[in-house]
């Protein structure tokens, strides 16, 4: 997801944290903050305070996932998402062509 500008604002930077079970990798929440020009940036300790009050707020449970902060432009195409929990970084997986599926042409 690109942002730029929203009405006569321009886009300062686009944070990005997510929560992942360690276990596997799962991720279970993405959070986004998006800073316009003019604004206070967020720092990564409220990002993550943030990303964990509104996981809570939807019924997940924080105590066993883990926090990890990305770039933001690291969720740029369709695919599906994990983390290596030992390395600590973005695992990306292409998804199945769309071929055959109605709609699509060949």
């Known amino acids: 997801?690109?942002?730029?500008?929203?009405?006569?604002?321009n886009v300062k930077?686009?944070?990005?944290?997510?929560?992942?079970?360690?276990r596997g990798g799962e991720i279970h929440h993405v959070h986004r903050v998006v800073t316009m020009e003019g604004a206070p940036d967020t720092s990564q300790a409220e990002l993550e305070a943030e990303t964990l009050r509104v996981?809570?707020?939807?019924g997940l449970d924080t105590k066993r996932l883990q926090v990890l902060h990305v770039?933001?432009?690291e969720f740029a195409e369709r695919a599906?998402?994990?983390v290596d929990p030992?390395?600590?970084?973005?695992k990306r997986e292409a998804l199945p062509s769309r071929t055959g599926v109605r709609g699509a042409t060949s």
């Open 71 to 73: 770039e933001a432009n």
């Open 13 to 22: 930077s686009v944070s990005c944290c997510l929560l992942f079970d360690p």
């Open 80 to 82: 599906r998402y994990s």
């Open 86 to 90: 030992v390395k600590r970084t973005l």
């Open 55 to 58: 996981a809570k707020n939807l």
């Open 1 to 9: 997801m690109t942002f730029s500008s929203t009405g006569s604002q």
